[in-house]
């Protein structure tokens, strides 16, 4: 052993790291930096930033019903929502107020797993950053609205198998409906209690 | 022009030229040397290094000047203002006037010293002192930790430093950088001093004690970020922080520019201008300083003082012996084996000495 081998020995792995930053690729151990607001990584599909509201079709048609879960299951309880009357006073299955407080929300995706009427779902929208923590960052019902293509296109793994079981929930219960009716019209005659 | 002017005039004129011209070069170069050392460090852990300002970055070092520019100053209240204030702009003193002995290019010298070297040694030393004052007067533990560091660490290399000077000093026969240059032109103008046996060993030598002259790594403890803070600079905000930052990287320049001047034959070299090569070897000497920032770990104090005193110390006084024998020594390759043999020997020998005892297997006396 001869004093400073060692050091000429780290001196040449930087000095590979110097030259292959110039000539090698990102894989083969030159720089892999992605420089962000120009060029960016592709996004992974189960990738999650804020919920939004889901529509069917038109925004009238939001499938959230207001029924509070996912307000009572969020952790740090940044989700505010008031449910809408009609005229007479009698209850809508829609929310009159619907907040997330953006500062607040920790991304966590629990309102998503809650909610029982795959209303509400996490967001692939990151670059929200605004001046005013006031009011830019209070998202009320109608900046949350998004459609179910948009959703579709961001996460189709998710989107498509919740849409294939909510439709198929839909054609039993028109099954049944039809069986319902069916059963109605034939109600006249009925069966001949057993003895 | 020459013929309209009285002579007085003449004199004023070159020397606001060579001022200016150092005034100018100094602050540029050390900008420019922030850049490059943030890019080739970069590049060396995998990173591409500033690049946004201006293309490749190269504006970068005009955006740091003016957040520099525009931060605001403190002064702690407990600080002696007089010491705390003047300590920035001393240190950028001695860093400009050693510029003024560097041999740039053939006839490129501002003052052509009679004793340049003796000169160049001296001044750069006296950072110390504003090191010093900075530290004291910011009156904070960490600052004088740095302070002290700073003292004897430059204390302990400025002796190595010297020493390995010598053997040049003793074979030129002149205390004058331009001479010492010129001394080295033969061959074309590739007979430097380093491709002497004791030159090489002077160089390096020379080298590494510049390296700790001025705090860099792997000799920065005076300003080591992970013990004390940022050492004696530490209560230092806006431009007076940047004031010390321009004398580093001043003083890094003008090293290498000296080793380079000392052992690589400065100016000399074949075909190219002379200025070319002289910044050509500077900044190879540069480079090679930023490469061990980005390689090596800073040493342990005690580690720092073994190699100056018990290694580099000996090492320079032999080599010294050596250069006088090649100096009476008839010119034949028995002159360059034996002073090599006693070099290498010597440098075995050194080490041999300077290990430390390390068991094979830890032993614990209470631990099973
Ligand atoms: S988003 Fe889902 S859980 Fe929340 S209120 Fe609407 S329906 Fe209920
Ligand atoms: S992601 Fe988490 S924190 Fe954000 S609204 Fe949903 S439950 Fe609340």
């Not at chain 1, 909610?115 to 005013?132: K, L, Q, R, V, W």
């Not at chain 2, 041999?103 to 001044?123: C, K, S, W, Y």
């Not at chain 2, 060993?201 to 790594?217: D, P």
Request: with cysteine; aromatic share 12%; charged share 20%.
């Amino acid at each position: 052993m001869i004093f400073g081998t060692g050091i000429i020995k780290g001196m040449l792995v930087t000095l590979k790291a110097f030259l292959a930053s110039y000539f090698k690729g990102p894989h083969e151990g030159g720089i892999f930096t992605v420089e962000y607001p120009e060029k960016r990584l592709a996004e992974k599909e189960r990738f999650r930033n804020f919920p939004f509201l889901l529509y069917d079709q038109t925004p009238e048609n939001l499938r959230c019903v207001a029924c509070d879960i996912c307000a009572k299951e969020c952790p740090p309880k940044c989700i505010y929502i008031v449910r809408d009357f009609d005229k007479e006073g009698r209850p809508l299955k829609r929310p009159a107020i619907f907040d997330i407080d953006f500062t607040v929300c920790m991304n966590c995706g629990i309102c998503e797993e809650a909610c029982p009427f795959d209303a509400i779902f996490m967001d692939h929208e990151f670059e929200i950053a605004g001046p005013d923590r006031q009011n830019k960052m209070l998202y009320h019902r109608d900046d949350l609205l998004k459609s179910n293509e948009y959703f579709n296109k961001i996460r189709p793994t998710d989107a498509g198998a919740i849409d294939a079981r909510r439709r198929e929930a839909e054609e039993k219960k028109k099954a049944a409906a039809a069986q319902a009716v069916k059963a109605k019209t034939t109600q006249p005659q009925p069966e001949p209690p057993k003895t | 022009m020459a013929g309209f002017l009285p002579d007085w005039v003449l004199v004023i004129k070159s020397v606001l030229i060579s001022i200016a011209a150092i005034a100018f070069l100094g602050p540029v170069t050390m900008m420019y040397l922030t850049l490059l050392e943030r890019k080739v460090v970069g590049r060396m852990q995998n990173r591409i290094g500033p690049n946004r300002v201006g293309k490749w970055g190269l504006l970068q070092p005009l955006a740091d000047g003016v957040k520099m520019l525009t931060k605001e100053d403190i002064v702690p209240t407990p600080a002696d203002p007089i010491a705390h204030f003047l300590a920035p702009i001393l240190i950028v003193v001695p860093a400009l006037l050693v510029f003024a002995v560097i041999p740039f290019g053939r006839g490129m010298t501002a003052v052509d010293l009679n004793v340049g070297l003796l000169f160049f040694i001296a001044i750069s030393s006296t950072t110390t002192l504003a090191i010093f004052m900075a530290s004291w007067g910011s009156r904070n533990k960490f600052s004088l930790l740095g302070g002290m560091r700073s003292v004897a660490q430059m204390v302990s290399y400025e002796v190595p430093m010297v020493l390995s000077v010598v053997p040049v000093i003793l074979i030129t026969g002149s205390l004058s950088t331009n001479d010492i240059v010129l001394a080295q032109g033969g061959w074309g103008g590739l007979k430097w001093f380093i491709f002497t046996p004791w030159g090489l060993l002077a160089f390096i030598i020379f080298y590494l004690c510049g390296v700790a002259e001025c705090n860099r790594s792997p000799f920065d403890l005076p300003e080591a970020e992970s013990e004390i803070v940022a050492g004696f600079h530490t209560e230092y905000s806006g431009m007076k922080f940047a004031l010390f930052y321009m004398a580093e990287f001043m003083n890094s320049f003008t090293i290498s520019a000296l080793a380079a001047t000392l052992f690589l034959g400065g100016w000399q070299g074949p075909v190219l201008p002379s200025w070319l090569w002289f910044f050509m070897k500077t900044y190879v000497l540069i480079f090679i300083m930023i490469w061990f920032r980005g390689t090596l770990p800073r040493f342990r104090v005690d580690q720092l003082m073994n190699l100056a005193w018990k290694f580099l110390l000996p090492l320079t006084l032999i080599n010294i012996f050596v250069a006088g024998f090649w100096y009476f020594a008839p010119n034949t390759i028995v002159r360059v084996l034996m002073s090599a043999g006693v070099l290498s020997l010597s440098f075995w020998g050194l080490q041999k000495l300077n290990q430390g005892y390390a068991p094979e297997k830890r032993v614990y006396q209470f631990g099973d």
